[in-house]
């Protein structure tokens, strides 16, 4: 379908194209992702590199750097690509 | 399907991430906060995981210590690379 119409382009083909470069995901509750994607499969279980991690806490804004890591797709909301760091 | 492989050695899947981290040092964090950290003893396509000399932290403050835990894949939020392991891998 999507590649008879170049103008029609599927989910999984528009998270295809960010991979490589840095990614905003936010999940379900208040947890935020930013860091680069090096790849995800179906379930959109993601790879993601040099990550930062944003926990909202009634304290504040918690951070943590993290290397590399395998994300479970399971509580995945939103992806932006660009990864424009959350700043509330 | 459509993607990997086109970028080379740039792309890593999640299958190609778990085949990597066996036997590495590990931090698991799981959807209820609560983190692991130990080595990664084996896993499986659900995150299904064994660990090792594993060390959990509640709230970043260590709360126990287990010589051998399994956790449940449903659980599992993220598996990251230590730190440690920076200049090994990649």
Same mark, same amino acid.
């Given at each position: 379908m999507s590649s008879n119409n170049p103008s029609q382009l599927l989910p999984s083909e528009l998270i295809d194209r960010c991979i490589g470069s840095k990614i905003w995901v936010i999940m379900k509750g208040d947890k935020e992702l930013v860091g680069t994607l090096r790849g995800f499969d179906v379930y959109v279980n993601m790879v993601l590199e040099d990550v930062t991690e944003y926990e909202i806490t009634s304290e504040g804004r918690r951070i943590t750097k993290l290397d590399q890591i395998l994300l @479970?797709?399971? @509580?995945?909301?939103i992806l932006v690509p660009g990864g424009s760091p959350p700043d509330e | 399907m459509s993607g990997a492989g086109e970028k080379g050695s740039t792309t890593k899947t999640p299958a190609d991430f778990l085949k990597s981290i066996r036997g590495r040092p590990v931090v698991v964090k799981l959807n209820s906060g609560v983190d692991y950290r130990g080595i990664l003893a084996c896993l499986d396509g659900y995150m299904n995981i064994a660990m090792e000399q594993t060390e959990e932290y509640v709230n970043g403050q260590l709360k126990n210590k287990y010589g051998d835990a399994f956790i449940r894949g449903?659980?599992?939020?993220y598996i990251s690379t230590s730190k440690k392991t920076l200049g090994e891998g990649a």
């Open positions: @479970n797709g399971n @509580n995945i909301a | 449903n659980n599992v939020l």
